[in-house]
């Protein structure tokens, strides 16, 4: 079986093991044998016009009776590949063979477009699976070079990447400088420059630079390797709608073949049509009727809507994730690590003595001897020189001290300050409660008994947060926070991102509790990264993971956004919805054919050729209008753009604005 799920012949040419190239092939001799039928028939050769019929019909009719049977004994069902060859038969049998052998060509050949227009999508998602190296060049201790097979690279072992080669697994950049083309795992265009430090992906191409790179995981556990095994599990499962046409072929066949009999004696006996009008009105009635644009119509869009997904850098586990999304009217937004950085960043300094460069650098000084979260956030904010503070100690829940020039420095907080006996003046506490009241967490920085600059350091919105929430709203589309975060935290994010609606100091149970209450208003799409969200992405009608989340989120999920882009989530909901209403429309054509046509055949207004190009060609119609989403693309909204340290005053003047005050 070649990886397209096809059966091989075994000795024969490699080209007829393809479905693809073997279905068009037998089209083609399909239609050669009906165009020489109709040739000879004209010349007056009767025997000569059969048996190019013969050849019209075997090469069209028999591959589908194969199938037919195949299904039939092995999952007792009865398909649209069963009706096509007993409608060619009955052609036949009212010496219609011509138009028989037509429908069997059509037929053969609207198979043949499906196979290529799946194809086009499952390869557009299935190239992922190219992208790893067949190895790396790893660096041993000594600086030696040896070359080993993907599956041996191990954790902590570093490797050699040079230009045009792909990186062999997820790990970080040690030594060099480059650029990473990771359009194929994120989908974005633009390279992403990297650094020492910097995050690289397996899979992902290298730019100019030679760079080394530590491994951090296997190759098997890269977010490439992850996104193809969601890959593969997507295509297995099926929407609502898909699941309904799957199920509704089998007995809408059987209602078909049994409708034949009742046309032809309803025709015969009880309108006193002659048997062999009655007939040819009952083989066409049975052409007409047969579901293959219902069956094939969804597929076709899902499949094409995921394959256009994941080029866009979003990826829906299933059909009906994509349902779902389109039906969705709220979106709840986790906000640590979603709608924010997830990273401390120092966004305020008010200094009350001397400049505020002095400030940062004396903060920068003392907290570069602690691990704590403020205290990096204090540190990467000033890439200048600092002083040196000796006899540093930590001070448990307080903050941290120093000596400079013979005079104690510390940083910390409001306890900290208690502790210095240092004198809160009324500017400094004016700038302390500022801060406090716009949920950011404060630093008072002091020298003996003195406060000289209040610090003020949060978790600061994505830069893309903003504007991918106002999109959203646009769409119509209902957003809501959800946070363990201190309330006043919470609202000053929602604040700064124009969420109006917040719901804040939630235990992953209380989440849980929450998705419930808003899943009676409406169906819900919940967007969350962290482990503590996974319950709730779970109990979400769609529950959608940032791609630079946690394995638990990404295994919760219905969709995940590659990049961890928020402004791909709208264009997650604008391609669901459109997948909706291509799926509506198509359903809508292919049972508007089926009823309409089919109504006057039973009239004798549709003559069997004509009841044949309207039944396929409404086939291709549907998978052509499905196809046309693979060309769909994302706008993206305008970033808004963030300074890592906001102006003095700035968190002041937005507490006051929303106090009114």
Same mark, same amino acid.
């Given at each position: 079986?070649?990886?397209?799920?096809?059966?091989?012949?075994?000795?024969?040419?490699?080209?007829?093991?393809?479905?693809?190239?073997?279905?068009?092939?037998?089209?083609?001799?399909?239609?050669?044998?009906?165009?020489?039928?109709?040739?000879?028939?004209?010349?007056?050769?009767?025997?000569?016009?059969?048996?190019?019929?013969?050849?019209?019909?075997?090469? /069209?009719?028999?591959?589908? !009776?194969?199938?037919?049977?195949?299904?039939?004994?092995?999952?007792r069902k009865l398909n649209v590949d069963l009706l096509m060859v007993v409608a060619a038969l009955g052609a036949a049998s009212v010496g219609q063979a011509g138009d028989g052998a037509i429908l069997l060509f059509l037929f053969s050949l609207s198979n043949a477009l499906q196979a290529w227009?799946?194809?086009?999508?499952?390869?557009?998602?299935?190239?992922?699976?190219?992208?790893?190296?067949? *190895? !790396?060049?790893?660096?041993?201790?000594?600086?030696?070079?040896?070359? $080993? +097979?993907?599956?041996?690279?191990?954790?902590?072992?570093?490797?050699?990447?040079?230009?045009?080669?792909?990186?062999?697994?997820?790990?970080?950049?040690?030594?060099?400088?480059?650029?990473?083309?990771?359009?194929?795992?994120?989908?974005?265009?633009?390279?992403?420059?990297?650094?020492?430090?910097?995050?690289?992906?397996?899979?992902?191409?290298?730019?100019? /630079?030679?760079?080394?790179?530590?491994?951090?995981?296997?190759?098997?556990?890269?977010?490439?390797?992850?996104?193809?095994?969601?890959?593969?599990?997507?295509?297995?499962?099926?929407?609502?709608?898909?699941?309904?046409?799957?199920?509704?072929?089998?007995?809408?066949?059987?209602?078909?073949?049994?409708?034949?009999?009742?046309?032809?004696?309803?025709?015969?006996?009880?309108?006193?049509?002659?048997?062999?009008?009655?007939?040819? +009105? @009952?083989?066409?009635?049975?052409?007409?009727?047969?579901?293959?644009?219902?069956?094939?119509?969804?597929?076709? @869009?899902?499949?094409?809507?995921?394959?256009?997904?994941?080029?866009?850098?979003?990826?829906?586990?299933?059909?009906?994730?994509?349902?779902?999304?389109?039906?969705?009217?709220?979106?709840?937004?986790?906000?640590?690590?979603?709608?924010?950085?997830?990273?401390?960043?120092?966004?305020?300094?008010?200094?009350?003595?001397?400049?505020?460069?002095?400030?940062?650098?004396?903060?920068?000084?003392?907290?570069?001897?602690?691990?704590?979260?403020? @205290?990096?956030?204090?540190?990467?904010?000033?890439?200048? #020189?600092?002083? +040196?503070?000796?006899?540093?100690?930590?001070?448990?829940?307080?903050?941290?001290?120093?000596?400079?020039? /013979?005079?104690?420095?510390?940083?910390?907080?409001?306890?900290?300050?208690?502790?210095?006996?240092?004198?809160?003046?009324? =500017?400094?506490?004016?700038?302390?409660?500022?801060?406090?009241? @716009? /949920?950011?967490?404060?630093?008072?920085?002091?020298?003996?008994?003195?406060?000289?600059?209040?610090? *003020?350091?949060? #978790?600061?919105?994505?830069?893309?947060?903003?504007?991918?929430?106002?999109?959203?709203?646009?769409?119509?589309?209902?957003?809501?926070?959800?946070?363990?975060?201190?309330?006043? $935290?919470?609202?000053? &994010?929602?604040?700064?991102?124009? &969420?109006?609606?917040?719901?804040?100091?939630?235990?992953?149970?209380?989440?849980?509790?929450?998705?419930?209450?808003?899943? +009676?208003?409406?169906?819900?799409?919940?967007?969350?990264?962290?482990?503590?969200?996974?319950?709730?992405?779970?109990?979400?009608?769609?529950?959608?993971?940032?791609?630079?989340?946690?394995?638990?989120?990404?295994?919760?999920?219905?969709?995940?956004?590659?990049?961890?882009?928020?402004?791909?989530?709208?264009?997650?909901?604008?391609?669901?919805?459109?997948?909706?209403?291509?799926?509506?429309?198509?359903?809508?054509? !292919?049972?508007?054919?089926?009823?309409?046509?089919?109504?006057?055949?039973?009239?004798?207004? &549709?003559?069997?050729?004509?009841?044949?190009?309207?039944?396929?060609?409404?086939?291709?119609?549907?998978?052509?209008?499905?196809?046309?989403?693979?060309?769909?693309?994302? =706008?993206?909204? !305008?970033?808004?753009?963030?300074?890592? $340290?906001?102006?003095?005053?700035?968190?002041?003047?937005?507490?006051?604005?929303?106090?009114?005050?």
């Open positions: 079986m070649d990886e397209s799920g096809e059966l091989e012949t075994v000795g024969g040419p490699r080209w007829w093991a393809d479905g693809v190239i073997r279905g068009f092939v037998l089209a083609g001799i399909t239609l050669a044998g009906v165009l020489a039928g109709f040739t000879l028939r004209a010349v007056g050769h009767p025997w000569l016009h059969w048996a190019a019929f013969g050849v019209a019909f075997l090469s /069209g009719g028999v591959p589908s !009776a194969i199938a037919a049977w195949k299904e039939l004994t092995g999952e227009a799946f194809g086009r999508t499952r390869n557009a998602i299935r190239a992922l699976m190219k992208l790893h190296p067949e *190895g !790396a060049t790893v660096l041993d201790a000594d600086g030696r070079e040896r070359w $080993v +097979r993907l599956g041996e690279l191990r954790p902590g072992d570093t490797v050699l990447v040079r230009p045009g080669e792909r990186f062999p697994a997820d790990g970080r950049v040690a030594d060099g400088f480059t650029s990473a083309d990771e359009s194929a795992l994120t989908g974005e265009s633009v390279p992403v420059d990297k650094s020492p430090g910097d995050v690289v992906f397996g899979g992902t191409l290298n730019g100019e /630079g030679v760079v080394r790179a530590r491994i951090d995981r296997p190759a098997s556990e890269s977010a490439l390797a992850r996104l193809v095994r969601l890959v593969e599990r997507a295509q297995a499962a099926k929407g609502p709608t898909e699941e309904f046409a799957a199920r509704f072929e089998g007995p809408y066949t059987i209602g078909v073949l049994v409708s034949v009999p009742i046309v032809f004696f309803a025709l015969h006996l009880l309108a006193g049509v002659p048997s062999g009008p009655a007939w040819y +009105r @009952a083989m066409t009635f049975l052409v007409v009727a047969s579901p293959c644009a219902v069956v094939i119509s969804t597929p076709a @869009a899902v499949l094409a809507a995921m394959a256009a997904g994941a080029r866009n850098g979003t990826l829906f586990k299933s059909g009906a994730a994509l349902e779902a999304l389109a039906a969705a009217r709220i979106v709840a937004f986790d906000k640590t690590g979603t709608l924010t950085e997830g990273k401390m960043r120092l966004v305020e300094v008010a200094a009350l003595e001397g400049s505020e460069d002095d400030a940062r650098a004396l903060a920068a000084g003392l907290e570069r001897h602690s691990e704590h979260p403020v @205290a990096r956030a204090v540190v990467s904010a000033w890439p200048g #020189d600092a002083p +040196r503070v000796a006899d540093v100690q930590a001070v448990r829940g307080h903050g941290i001290r120093g000596v400079v020039e /013979g005079e104690t420095v510390w940083a910390g907080s409001r306890r900290m300050a208690a502790a210095q006996g240092a004198d809160v003046s009324p =500017e400094a506490e004016r700038r302390l409660a500022a801060i406090e009241n @716009a /949920g950011v967490t404060p630093v008072v920085l002091g020298r003996g008994t003195r406060v000289t600059a209040v610090l *003020g350091v949060a #978790d600061t919105p994505r830069a893309e947060a903003a504007a991918a929430v106002h999109a959203l709203r646009e769409r119509g589309l209902r957003v809501v926070m959800l946070t363990g975060d201190r309330e006043p $935290v919470a609202r000053h &994010i929602a604040a700064e991102l124009g &969420i109006g609606e917040i719901r804040a100091e939630l235990l992953p149970e209380h989440k849980l509790d929450a998705i419930a209450g808003l899943r +009676r208003e409406g169906r819900v799409a919940m967007v969350g990264d962290g482990v503590n969200d996974a319950p709730a992405l779970a109990a979400a009608d769609v529950g959608v993971a940032m791609g630079s989340g946690s394995d638990v989120s990404l295994e919760s999920a219905d969709l995940v956004l590659m990049k961890s882009d928020l402004s791909r989530m709208a264009g997650a909901v604008g391609l669901a919805r459109k997948t909706a209403a291509t799926i509506r429309f198509n359903l809508a054509f !292919a049972m508007g054919v089926i009823v309409i046509v089919g109504t006057l055949s039973l009239f004798g207004r &549709i003559p069997l050729p004509l009841g044949v190009v309207a039944h396929e060609g409404g086939t291709i119609f549907v998978v052509t209008v499905g196809l046309r989403l693979l060309a769909h693309r994302f =706008e993206s909204p !305008a970033k808004s753009r963030r300074e890592t $340290v906001v102006p003095r005053g700035h968190l002041l003047a937005i507490t006051e604005s929303a106090t009114g005050d």
